[in-house]
Every structure is written in C-alpha cells, then in structure tokens.
C-alpha cells in the first residue's frame, strides 16, 4: 500500500469515526430551487384572476404573436385540463403566499407550522406532481426573423418552463413578466432566505442543517454567502460522456436545447448577469465533487466526499487537504494575478510526487503592460507610448474605432463613477476581422506561461508530470502538454472545445495523459476547511484532560492529578474585576464547583495578566478548608493551587473566593476582561467595576469567542450587559446561563486618557 492509499484509509477513518460519534449526524433539510419557483405560480394572482388562471394566460402569451419566439406545447388544452386538476395546490397556497412575509416575528408558532408544513414538506409532492404532468408533453420554439426561417427546437417542457420563470423573477419578481427592475433581481435568493428563516423559526433553535437544491445564479450565491458565514457552495459534475448518458431520458434534440439554456454563456456567446447562470456558479463553487459512481446506483464514492466536507465543516482542520487540493489551490491563487479582462485562469506543473516545479497564470509576455492598466482615456491621449503596440498606434482602422469608442466614453464618463475603461485588443480586433481568433491576444495562457516558466529558469524535466488549471486546457496548451508528456491533468472548469477528445484522446490510450474533474475545498473555503479553530494539540488536550507532559511528570510523581474536563461541573462562577485606580487593580472568583468524577486533594489554577506586575492571590471569607499556594514564578500565566484539607469526592462540592492583586504602573494592561470556559458551567458572571468620579473606560462591549485563544470572534453585535452605579462606583455586569464549552466570553473597551 502506497503512503496516498494510507493518507486516504486513515482520513476516511477520522472522518466516519468522527460523524459517528455523539450524534454528530444530523439530517438536511432540503430547500428545492424548483419548489421555490413553483411558489412563485401556485401564489400569484393579478386582475381578480387566480393562480392557476395566470398560469394559463402566462401559458397562452408565450403560444402567441405577441411572443419574439414563437412557443408552442403538444396536446395544449389536454396539458391545461390535467393542470387544471391540481387548481386545489395553487387554491390552498394562494391562501398562505410568502410574498406578504418580511419576517416570521409575526407569525404565532402555529402559523409558523402550517406555513412549515405547506412549503417545506408539501411543495416537494406538489411539485412532483405538476412535473409528472410536465413530462408527458413536449413544446417548441420556433425563433423569428424577417431574414430567414429557423427550424424549430424541441425543448424539455417542465425545464424549459421553470428556467423561463425563475429568470423572470430574478427580473422583476414577477413570474410573468421578462423587464428588469434592479431592486428585485435578488428576489429568488431573499425568498430562499425567508425559507431558511421559517426552518430555524421551526425548529426553534435546535441545531439543523439545510439543503438547497440548487443554485443557478452566482448573485444569489455571493447574497447567501454575505447573510450566512457557515454557507458553501458545492458544484457535483461528471465527464462529458457520462452525464450524457444520464440524461437518456432526453432525445439528443432535447440535451442540446436544454444546454443552449442551462450554459447559454458558453454556447450562445451571450450572458444576461440576472438569468441563470450554471458555468459562473460552478467556477465560484467553494468544493467540487465527481459523481463518476454507477456501481449498484450506490453512489459510495460520492457519498464519502461529502461526508468528508460535512465533517470539515462541523470541525475545521480535523482532516489535511489531498495532495491534489494542495495543487489545486496554488493554482486558484495563481488565477488572481492575471491581468485579463475577461477570465483569470491559473496552473501549476508538478512531478509525479506532487512536488511544484512551476506556477502560471494568463497574462501578457514579461515587460508589457496588463491589459487591466491599458485605458482607452490614456490611447487618446497619446500620451502613454509605453502601453500600447505599433500596430494599435498606426493601424488606421483600429485607431479610428478607439478614438471612436474614446469620444462616446468622454459623453458617459460619469457613468464610470471614477474608474478607466480599460478594453480588449483581442475583442475589438475579432469585432473588425468578425473573427474569433484566439491568436490575437496578447496573452500566454496559463498551462503555457507555467511550462514556459520552467525553460526560462534554466529547465527541468516534467515527463510523467502532472498539470494542475483551474480550467482545462485549450486546444493549443493540449498539444504543448502531451508533447512535454504530462502524464494527468487535473481540471475544475471544462472548456468549450474538443481538446480533450481531439488532443488528448489519440491512438492507443497508454500514451494519452489521465483527465480528472478536480474533487476538492478551493479558494476561502480550503483556507476555512483545514484550518483549525484553536491548534489540534490544545483542542485535545482539552477534550480529554490529557496533558502529555503532565501525565509523564504524574507518571514518576503518581501523588498529581489533574481533572479531566467531564470531571467537574461549576455551577456558579462568579468573576469580578475591580479598578481601584489606573495602576491598582483587583479581581475576585467565587466558585461552586461540583465533583462529577475521581477524587482531589486540590485544584490548580492559572491566572493570565497582561499588565506591569502581580502581587499574589490569597483566599478570601474561608474557614480553614481550603489552604492557597501562590506561584513564585512572575512570568503570566501565573499559577497558584488551592488545597483541601480533606479529600473531594464524587457529587460533593467545592467553593471558595479568591482575590487576586496586580498592578499596572506601565499602562500595558489589554483592554479586556475574559473568562475561557474550559469545564461543563451552568452560569457564568462577568463583573467589571471603575469609580464613578474617574470613569478610565469607554466604550465598553461584550465580545464572544468560538476558542480559548480568542481569535476566532462573532462578527454578531452583542450589548446584553447591565451597567449601574451604586456606592459612587460604575458596575458592568455580564450574566451567561450555561455558556459554551471552549468558548471566551469577554467584556472589552477602550482606555481613556485620563489621569490615575
């Protein structure tokens, strides 16, 4: 067994282990994008007409001369008197429409149930029976022109008709209706959201997880992600062959429409920014998956990645990246150094250790200047010789549809609201040829700049090595990479070629380089996924009360013992910090802590000051039971141990007070006070106390934090401290019922200039 098949046991290991355990796995509640469109028609009503009535009308516009495209449906009056038998679906959701629902504040928790039970659990058979109708029809579109007579083209009608209409309501939130309103073009993304809000509404803050089934539109992505901070984005592909092969349920007339739809960017050399955008999401995706699994329709490889992410996103830095997310991720950040105006792709040449030889990205040759520098302000000018070609200066033609261009940016400049109009040479020369010749640009691409890379740095074989690009290669880097025998290539975004069945694919198979969809965490989330929250031998340490050093020095000194963290229960820690002045200061823990398990002669703790100096701590209101032992050692943490004059056992308790004294003559003190929850507590106070004739603090806030070493804090304003004065002194009083184990809990603020 080679070490990658050992790395890849023992990560699956961690993995099931890990989701097994403690009832991590919890089932997702699915949002589906087609349940989400058909809300849209089951609940509109316009002119005392109901829904199902303006589904029809809808239905009879596209089918007329009104209609650009001519559309036509099979069997049309038998198709709407089968429709006609779900009227009770558009009745019963007519009644409870979420476009009246800005918020579920204020619905009771029974309308909050109806509502959950409507478009949660019913919409997936509503909608299931509306696509079984769907489905026994075809429909038509028959595009016109005065010029010429196009053939028409079979469409999927059940596809055909949601993309229509969600492109519509991404439009003008109305499912009918194609005009741009720009403050409704995050409409389908903000009823999503509404969705997600009635789920957790539901569920009344136990913990869920949601599914959504799917999302077409990068804008919708990048809203979700802006509203929710633990949202991913997954892209699941296949290899061209394969997902042709499951879409046999379409004839091969019926594929090619529905692809002149789903990639209409790629295919049709246009692209509308609100429509539905299937190639954009996939580039933005967070973690792609291959579902290349057929055996049995089990789906286990796929199953195992996503398994695998699930985990990583319930515990961050569990798991390494693979060696190939490693490369693909250096590529992906390689992409961001391109100075294109249109794509960023990047590359990486590696051996077949995984070993980087070499980076790339699309740009211009050394010493030219990116096309993102190159204005058409600056060409008009003329004055600005080092950034632009011979050619784009002397070409008569060209110079005069730049200048052309120039005048007519001169008339909208305020349009660019301050930025240059930077251009294309490639776009304005193919414009003139009416071309589409790739040779024009200035550009190395990507493969071909990371291979180029190595022959200018003094060259190094890469036979049998592997070539990592965010997009697959084109026709031209195919051939540099079979020539230079690159033995796999590992993609995420495929190009709209026929490199890899024309290039790649020749002769006898042992020759041609291996072609993988990239399966893996790229871009924030590989950085969110495998990084840990706190490091992975302090997490453990904590979980399992083991300290190795500790446990090797209790093994030659047996008498030590320290408690594990289920072993004790504090059931009221109160901690106060007192400003007697600037300089002198004082804090005070009243403990009530319960054995849950073992026995102890005395408890260890540690005290982190960041000011001048401390001065001891020393109990407090004691009877005798308990005796302290203050560290000598003046380097924070500093640590004292607090004895029991008899020994503590299971569910007896244990409370003391202890005052500490410090001092901070040099004003280093940072401007917090924090408790790290590193044992079971059932309350927890925070006090933070200043006198009244000399405040010293200013905006004083309540800070949490998700680890023990405060860096990873909730970005959720929190103000629920109290503040009173009483006894001439300012009490800011922090209370937390059952706070969260490894959490920081904090009480934070500024210094203010003033005298001791």
Request: charged letters at 30%; hydrophobic letters at 35%.
């Amino acid at each position: 067994m080679g070490d990658a098949d050992v790395k890849e046991r023992k990560t699956f290991e961690i993995v099931k282990e890990y989701i097994a355990a403690d009832d991590r796995w919890v089932p997702f509640v699915v949002i589906e994008g087609s349940c989400v469109i058909l809300s849209y028609i089951f609940e509109f009503q316009e002119d005392g007409k109901n829904g199902f009535e303006c589904f029809v009308d809808y239905l009879k516009y596209l089918q007329s001369e009104k209609n650009v495209n001519c559309f036509k449906i099979d069997n049309f009056n038998e198709f709407v008197q089968e429709i006609h038998g779900l009227c009770y679906i558009f009745e019963e959701v007519g009644k409870m429409p979420l476009n009246s629902v800005t918020e579920w504040d204020q619905f009771s928790y029974e309308e909050i149930c109806a509502y959950y039970e409507l478009y949660v659990e019913k919409m997936v058979e509503y909608k299931n029976r509306i696509k079984r109708i769907f489905l026994k029809y075809s429909c038509y579109e028959e595009k016109k022109s005065k010029l010429q007579d196009f053939p028409p083209v079979k469409y999927h009608l059940y596809t055909y008709l949601l993309q229509k209409i969600a492109n519509n309501i991404r439009a003008s939130g109305n499912p009918y209706d194609s005009s741009l309103c720009q403050g409704k073009i995050l409409n389908f993304a903000k009823r999503i959201q509404i969705v997600i809000e009635l789920i957790k509404k539901y569920n009344c803050g136990k913990k869920i997880r949601i599914c959504i089934d799917a999302i077409r539109n990068a804008n919708e992505s990048n809203y979700l992600k802006d509203v929710y901070r633990s949202y991913y984005l997954i892209s699941i592909s296949v290899d061209e062959k394969m997902r042709q092969s499951r879409l046999g349920a379409l004839d091969q007339e019926e594929q090619k429409s529905l692809d002149s739809v789903e990639y209409e960017s790629k295919l049709n050399g246009g692209e509308v920014f609100y429509h539905q955008n299937i190639a954009n999401c996939f580039e933005m995706a967070d973690i792609h998956l291959v579902n290349m699994d057929e055996k049995n329709n089990r789906r286990l490889a796929l199953t195992r990645q996503l398994i695998k992410y699930i985990v990583l996103m319930i515990h961050p830095g569990l798991i390494l990246p693979s060696d190939v997310e490693r490369c693909m991720q250096l590529a992906y950040n390689a992409k961001y150094n391109s100075g294109c105006l249109s794509r960023q792709v990047g590359a990486v040449v590696t051996g077949s250790d995984y070993a980087v030889k070499s980076v790339g990205w699309n740009d211009v040759p050394n010493k030219q200047l990116e096309c993102i520098y190159r204005d058409i302000s600056g060409y008009c000018k003329g004055n600005q010789e080092e950034c632009f070609s011979e050619f784009e200066f002397e070409d008569g033609i060209f110079k005069h549809t730049i200048e052309y261009i120039g005048r007519k940016m001169e008339q909208e400049r305020v349009k660019l609201h301050g930025r240059k109009l930077s251009y294309c040479f490639k776009d304005i020369y193919n414009g003139l040829k009416n071309d589409k010749n790739q040779v024009y640009t200035r550009a190395l691409h990507a493969e071909e700049n990371a291979f180029l890379q190595i022959s200018k740095y003094g060259g190094q074989g890469i036979k049998g090595g592997y070539l990592f690009c965010t997009a697959s290669p084109c026709e031209l880097c195919s051939k540099k990479a079979f020539q230079l025998g690159i033995r796999k290539i590992y993609y995420i975004d495929p190009y709209p070629g026929i490199a890899q069945k024309h290039i790649l694919s020749f002769g006898k198979k042992m020759y041609n380089p291996d072609i993988h969809l990239f399966s893996g965490a790229i871009g924030e989330a590989y950085v969110r996924l495998y990084r840990p929250i706190i490091a992975p031998k302090d997490e453990l340490e904590l979980v399992s009360g083991i300290n190795f050093k500790e446990e090797v020095r209790k093994s030659v000194n047996p008498v030590l013992k320290q408690p594990l963290t289920k072993d004790l229960l504090y059931h009221n820690m109160e901690v106060t910090l007192e400003f007697k002045n600037r300089e002198d200061i004082q804090s005070v823990r009243t403990v009530d802590i319960e054995v849950v398990n073992g026995e102890y002669s005395g408890i260890d703790r540690t005290l982190t000051w960041t000011g001048s100096s401390y001065d001891k701590s020393e109990l407090i209101d004691n009877d005798n039971k308990y005796f302290l032992v203050d560290s000598k050692d003046q380097m924070s943490p500093y640590h004292y141990r607090i004895n029991f004059n008899k020994t503590i056992s299971r569910n007896e308790h244990i409370s003391y007070k202890v005052k500490s004294c410090v001092k901070d003559e040099s004003h280093l003190m940072h401007a917090y006070f924090a408790q790290m929850i590193k044992y079971p507590t059932k309350k927890l106070v925070l006090t933070v106390i200043i006198p009244e004739n000399n405040p010293l603090l200013e905006n004083i806030r309540y800070v949490r934090y998700a680890d023990l070493k405060m860096e990873c804090e909730f970005l959720d304003e929190l103000n629920n401290f109290q503040e009173e004065r009483k006894d001439n002194k300012i009490v800011y009083c922090l209370e937390i019922d059952n706070p969260n184990l490894f959490y920081t809990y904090s009480l934070e603020w500024d210094f203010m200039n003033v005298k001791s």
